[in-house]
Each structure stands twice: as C-alpha cells, then as structure tokens.
C-alpha cells in the first residue's frame, strides 16, 4: 500500500527510536499528549511504547469523537428512532455505544427500530430519496475532517429540495478542546501535569491546516508538531518534540506536510461555513461544557436541523463518580488508577468516555496494553 | 481519530466522482472537497469523500529525513 | 399462467426455472415430497439417501466417533468463491477434522422462507452436492421445513457431521502447553472481506474470493506426518484473534505471535485500512490452526506446504506461560501490544 507500508518500517522505527534515545535528556522527564484518538491508536497497536525511553511519556488526550459524545446526546438519537417510520442513519461507530440503562442503537434496532449504518453521509441522502414518504434523520458525529462530508450532504439535500431529510449535528471542534485542556477550571482541582508539547492531528488538521495551532505554541508556549497517523510518522513528531524542547524553540512544525497546508483545504473550508456556525457551549464527555467548541446548522438550513424538526429535549447525564476520565485525559492519572479499570468498566461495558471506543486511553490500554501491567520487564524495549 | 487513508485515482467518474484503488480494492468517492483532481494523483479519502490531494514531493521529503535520520545513526 | 382450479391434492411439476417456495412445500405432503425427490435427492444422490428413510442406516468401524453441528446464516447467499451451500457442506466438514477425524456423514436440515425462487435454492443445492461429492462425504438424511414469507431470511442450513478419529490421535484445544509452536495454514481474512464487498451498504470492489474449502484431507496428510499434533482450530467467526484465545483460555496458557510472519494478503489489508477493520478479526472459511511441539513444527510446517490448502501455511508464533491467557503479539514495527477477545461485532468505523 503506497504512502502507508513506507510508513510502517520497522528498522527506520529502530533508527528514529535510538535517536529518541539518544537526543532525549536523561535528566528529563518529557511528557507529550497526542490529542488525536488516531494517534493513541497507532501508539497502541503497533506497541510504540516499546520503542520510547522511559522518560518519554505520551498521554492520550481526548480526541475521538465517539468517546467524547455525551450519553444524553445518544439517548436522544435512540429515542428519535424510536419515532415511528422514521430512518436513523449513522456512521458504524455510534451503533454500540451504550446509554446508561443498557440501550444502544444496535439494541434499538434489534427491538425494531430501522437504525442503518452508512459508510458515507451520501448514503443517508440517497435513502432519503429512495424513501420519499418517510423521515431520515443522519445522526452526524466527527471532529473537522468529518464535518464537510456531512455539509455536502446537507447542500444537496437542499438542492434536491428533499422534505424528509434532516440531519442531528455533533459535529465537534479540535482547538478548543485542546485549550480547555491547558486552561479550564478543573486544572486547578485535578491538577495538570505538566505537558511539554501536543502531537497534532492530522486528519483534522488537512481540513483546517496547521495555522490554527500557532496560537497555542504562542498563547500556551506549547510546542506542537502536527503528524500523521502512520507509526513513524508518530516516532518522528516525538523525536520533532525533543528537538524543540532541547533547543528552546517553541514553534508549529508540521511532520505530515503531505497532506497538511498551512491554510487546510479552503473548499472544504468553505463548504462548512456554507452550512454551519459555531454553537454556544457544547458538553464533551469527560471534559465538561466548552464553549465554542461545536457547530450547529445555520438557518439557512435550519428546515435540515433534525433538533428543530423533532422535539428533542437536551439532557445531561453524569458518568458515575468513579470514572476518573477528566483526570486521565488531562494526564493525571492513568487507566490503571481506576479502581473498575478492567473490571467493572470494559470495552463490553464501558461506564466513562475513555473506555467507549478502541482509541480512548482506557480502552486502548485494556485491548493493546494491559499485559504490561504483569510484566515487570519487557523484552522488546531499546 | 477520523479514519482516512491515501488511495490512487484510477478514473474520474460522472458526477465528480472517481474511482480510487488501494492494493485492488476500488472504491467510488466524492470530489466535492477538491479540485483539480487528475487520475494518477493520490487522495486521502474520508468517509467516501476525497479530503486533499497527497503531495507526492513532500511524501519523498519526509521518508528522506527518516532515510537520513538512519544513516546519521549508522555513522555513531 | 392464468390461475387454474385444481384438484386438491394434484401437485403441479416443480418449476427449477421460475418457480417459488410454497408454504405447500414443507407441509409434509406431496410437494413436500415433490421437491425432496426432484431437488435434494437428485442432487445429492447417493445409496443411503436413494431408500427415503427418515434416518440414515450405516456401519460403523468402531473406535472413537466425532460429531458436530453448525447452523448457516449468512447475507449475501450468494458471494464470490461460494455461497451458502458449500459453506455449510465445508463448514461442518472442517469441525469434524478439528479433532483429527475424517468425516464420513453429513445431514444437512434446511429452513425455505417462503416466496425463496427455486432457481436460487436449486443453484444452493447443487453447490452443496458438488462439495459433498468433491469432499466424498455424502449427505445421507436431511429435513425441510418453510415459514412464513417474513420469518426468514431466504435459507438457513444446519448440517451435521459424522467422523471417525483413527487410534492413537488426541487433537484438543486444551493441549497447547508452553513451548509449542503455532502454525496456520494460509492467507487470513478471505472469507469475510469477500463477504463484506457483496454488502449493499459498504459497496467496495475487489477480486478477493471466499476461501471456502474442506480441510480434512489437509488434516488428515498431517497426521500422518506428525501425529501428535496438538490442537487444531479453524478461525470461523472472529477471526485468528478469536479462535487463539479460546484455544489459551482452554489451556490456560499465553501466546506470543510474530506479527511479521502472519499471511495476510495485501488486498485483505487494503480493504481493513479503508474500513477501519483488524484483519485478526475477519472470518476464514478454508483455514486452520495447528499446534504442535516444537520438535514437530518444521516437519509440520512442510507436510502442510506440500498441501495445496497449505501453500501459504507458516509458524507464527509461540505458546507460552501466562496465568492471564494473554495473546500478545510481536508487531511488524517492532513493539508489543495484546490481541484481545473480540468485543461485539466488528463494524466498519469512520474514527
Ligand atoms: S476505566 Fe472506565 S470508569 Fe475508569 S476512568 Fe476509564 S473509562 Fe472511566
């Protein structure tokens, strides 16, 4: 697979990890958080952890969006498919997440709902169309990237002026999370340790580009190195990372310059401020409420707005008091400092944010790492 | 995260559409997002949308540096 | 046709060309008949089956006998490389030969819903009889029974099987023990990347053919090179991932598997890429996995290769000692992490 395999190779890995080792200052303790679940995910299944220094900490922040969706928000897709003849689509991930009492959509869909899963947002409008008498609602979930897919799909459910098409927006945004992180209250009561540079998205940031990240080495004098999600991609924006830390820069470098323009695809860019604004305040998952931190449909649209057209009441449901996300995702604790890690909470039963899908910290430590923590030595290190 | 990954333009398509490959598997996407897009250039492709096109050069640049990264270390 | 009164009871000749199941057809009576004598038996046709028994009347050799039964559903019926008939004829065939044994028998119970075109069931039919006679193991009894358009999904079909393990063979999962190496057969993730481009919704395209395949004279030509083998497994649903933690949790061992070594082909990798899929986790249909001591495995290794359902068989990994039943892996990239059980259904993801 070109431009992926390249980016898999194990003895450039072992090359770039004896850099790390070599560069890292032993007298430090470096500690980065990748914000992006794609990161964690790549960290976790090709064992990067393996290949880093003891003293190169990577702390897995909060960026997937089916982990930071809140229950409330998927209780209320469940009950709008539960409105008679109505057709929820949604992308695969959303199906298993479990609300506090047991349902899910795949559960909804066992008792009868019609819950479809869609591969791409044009799916939901081409059902549409092919069910003119019955309502379809796209239950849209994403960070940036998956945002202009679902303002396609909204420009041309217009065009084609179709009447049964709407679409529930959780459409979320990345630099405001990363700030809330740095900044938010609850720092000052869980504490934040000290973070020495952000991994950067790269999906995301092929959609907004790396400009947007200059203000958090500015504001925050983080450094931050925008990557890609292959591993060596990953192992070279850590190794970026120490470099800026040795040398006292504190910059924006950007590691995936092959997708990644300073400005983003402006199409895109465009297409989404067709669509979309920014909505007031926006409750994540194990963060909080964070304002400006989400999009809602603009009013040209609002006859697509599946939250005008249904009456849906917002609700807010807690995660039970044990779950420590918020103080995982601001690398305070660790999964294992959970007291139900791996017993009460599980990938098959997930009680916070970060267990609920393969690249929260809590799940991809379960599913991928959790054998460390019988093994007092591991072979593989270098 | 948001899964997306490079695929090889085969065909333009009606519609602003186009055929990608990866390792023989076809896929029909969108164009909506980009422009100019030419069979032969590599897209990243999101949810059956073309994100961006992949920039070939800054591909080999920055394998280049893994490259050199590991014959510096050769020479320690 | 215009509609004609019949007579009650007169049965019309079975029309293979544009004909549907009929409630009529699982009633028991004539149609029931009609359509056992015109479509099963005359497909599957052996002595057993041609005497009309409710019950299948064999010798038996004595010794140990192994039977296994596995119901079939799957959308599409129809994908490249085979559909539901020779999957279920294979299917069963292959958890017989998991023990060592050759099967002998089968019994094959279908369930029609009713409106199902004949055309279809017919093609389902004889795909069966041909990997039946392909396999040389006769399906000697059989049932039928039609619901209600509505209450199925086109054909369901259990199939069981009857084998004999030849003396001095003890294949079982719960006799991998630390040291042993662990082999599989071939290229992983055919079936269900093959299954999955057929799906309306994930529409992808791809030459990729299920692996659909009956394994039991790959078996039974390694048991003849290495009779101690220690278990064998095929990774049906939920992949390799799945079939070596039941085999770890039955002995109550860990795994170490060589990522790099894993036979994937680059088209099943590509086709995971794009939906966000673990290829450990897809399903074969044609593959196996074989334990054995480390004595063995080299002579293994080569006994499975000189099979054409084993060219591509290599050792991937280790048994070893954990108390937590841990599958870990060895990645291609040089780190470590675990292969856990699968949790719910794979679904293609978007994040
Ligand atoms: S293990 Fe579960 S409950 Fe505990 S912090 Fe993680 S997600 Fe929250």
């Known amino acids: ?87 929820l689509c949604t992308y695969g991930d959303m199906l298993r997440i479990p609300t506090t009492d047991g349902m899910s959509l795949l559960k909804a869909k066992a008792a009868g709902a019609d819950v479809r899963m869609v591969y791409s947002s044009i799916d939901a409008v081409n059902i549409a169309q092919n069910n003119p008498d019955r309502q379809v609602v796209f239950f849209a979930i994403g960070f940036e990237t998956t945002v202009p897919p679902t303002a396609v799909a909204l420009q041309q459910a217009r065009a084609a002026n179709l009447k049964n098409f709407s679409v529930y927006c959780n459409h979320v945004l990345t630099p405001p999370a990363i700030a809330h992180i740095l900044q938010s209250p609850e720092v000052r009561e869980l504490g934040l340790v000290q973070l020495d540079g952000f991994i950067g998205p790269a999906h995301v940031s092929v959609v907004i580009g790396s400009q947007p990240y200059d203000y958090f080495a500015e504001e925050f004098q983080k450094p931050v190195v925008i990557a890609g999600f292959e591993p060596l991609d990953v192992m070279q924006a850590i190794l970026m990372l120490i470099r800026q830390i040795n040398t006292n820069r504190i910059e924006v470098e950007n590691e995936f310059s092959r997708a990644v323009l300073q400005n983003g695809n402006l199409k895109a860019q465009q297409t989404v401020a067709d669509v979309f604004e920014l909505r ?35 609700r807010s449901i807690a995660d039970n008091k044990a779950c420590e996300c918020g103080a995982i995702l601001r690398g305070v604790k660790r999964p294992q400092d959970c007291k139900i890690f791996g017993t009460v909470c599980t990938p098959d039963n997930p009680i916070g944010s970060c267990m609920v899908s393969s690249e929260g910290a809590c799940a991809a430590h379960y599913r991928y790492g959790r054998f460390r923590d019988h093994q007092s030595s591991i072979s593989a290190r270098v | 995260m948001c899964l997306a990954i490079p695929a090889c333009v085969e065909k333009l398509t009606t519609d602003n559409h186009a055929i990608v490959n990866l390792s023989g598997i076809r896929k029909t996407v969108s164009l909506a997002l980009v422009e100019n897009i030419q069979p032969g250039d590599y897209v990243i492709v999101h949810v059956g949308f073309a994100l961006q096109r992949l920039d070939p050069a800054e591909a080999e640049r920055t394998l280049a540096f893994f490259a050199e990264m590991s014959s510096l270390d050769n020479q320690i | 046709m215009s509609s004609i009164k019949v007579k ?106 009713e409106g199902f075109p004949l055309i279809d069931l017919k093609r389902i039919v004889d795909s069966m ?46 006799r991998a023990s630390p040291g042993d190496k ?25 030459t990729i053919e299920s692996d659909s395949a009956p394994l039991h004279e790959l078996v039974a030509h390694m048991i003849t090179v290495v009779p101690d083998i220690h278990a064998l497994r095929d990774p049906t649903r939920g992949g390799l991932a799945t079939a070596l933690n039941e085999i770890a949790r039955q002995s109550s061992v860990g795994m170490l598997v060589q990522e790099e ?73 040089g780190g470590r992490r675990i292969v856990d059980w699968l949790n719910g259904e794979q679904l293609p993801r978007i994040c």
């Open chain 3, 261 to 333: 070594y894993l036979p994937i082909r680059e088209s099943v990798n590509a086709a995971c890429e794009f939906l966000g899929l673990d290829p450990l986790y897809i399903a074969n249909e044609g593959k196996l996995i074989a334990i054995c001591s480390p004595a063995d495995a080299e002579n293994l290794l080569t006994a499975m290769q000189a099979h054409p359902l084993g060219k591509h068989a290599a050792i991937i990994g280790e048994v070893i000692e954990d108390t937590h039943c841990f599958i870990q892996m060895q990645t291609r990239f």
């Open chain 1, 1 to 87: 697979m070109k431009y992926i395999d390249e980016f898999r190779d194990r003895n450039l890995a072992l090359q770039i990890a004896s850099q790390i080792k070599s560069e890292a200052d032993p007298a430090k303790h470096y500690q980065f958080m990748e914000f992006c679940g794609g990161h964690t995910h790549a960290i976790s299944r090709f064992g990067i952890v393996d290949l880093l220094p003891n003293h190169v900490e990577m702390i897995h922040g909060p960026g997937c969006p089916v982990c930071i969706l809140p229950v409330g928000r998927v209780q209320t897709a469940i009950s709008l498919s539960h409105i008679p003849g109505l057709i």
């Open chain 3, 8 to 113: 009650s009871g007169y049965v019309r000749a079975l029309d293979l060309k544009h004909g549907h199941v009929e409630m009529a057809h699982g009633s028991g009576g004539r149609a029931t008949a009609q359509l056992i004598e015109q479509l099963f038996v005359a497909a599957f046709d052996n002595a057993i089956l041609r005497l009309l028994n409710d019950q299948a009347c064999f010798p038996s050799s004595g010794g140990r006998m192994v039977m296994s039964t596995d119901s079939h559903v799957i959308t599409p019926l129809f994908f490249p490389g085979g559909n539901i008939g020779s999957l279920s004829v294979h299917g069963t065939i292959n958890d017989i030969a998991m023990s060592g044994a050759q099967p002998r028998y089968l019994a094959a119970s279908f369930i029609l819903e």
């Open chain 3, 129 to 174: 009889a041909e990997a039946a006679r392909n396999a040389k193991v006769p399906i000697v009894t059989g049932d039928t029974k039609v619901v209600e358009r509505g209450s199925g999904d086109g054909v369901f079909i259990t199939t069981t099987g009857l084998g004999w393990v030849p003396d001095g063979i003890d294949i079982s999962a719960h």
């Open chain 3, 182 to 206: 662990i082999l599989v057969s071939g290229f992983l993730g055919d079936h269900g990347v093959a299954v999955m481009a057929q799906r309306e919704n994930l529409s992808f395209d791809t």
């Open chain 1, 280 to 314: 007031r305040t926006f409750e994540w998952r194990g963060l909080g409420v964070i304002p400006y931190s989400a999009l809602k449909i603009k009013a040209e649209y609002a006859d697509f707005d599946a939250e005008l057209r249904f009456p849906i009441e917002e």
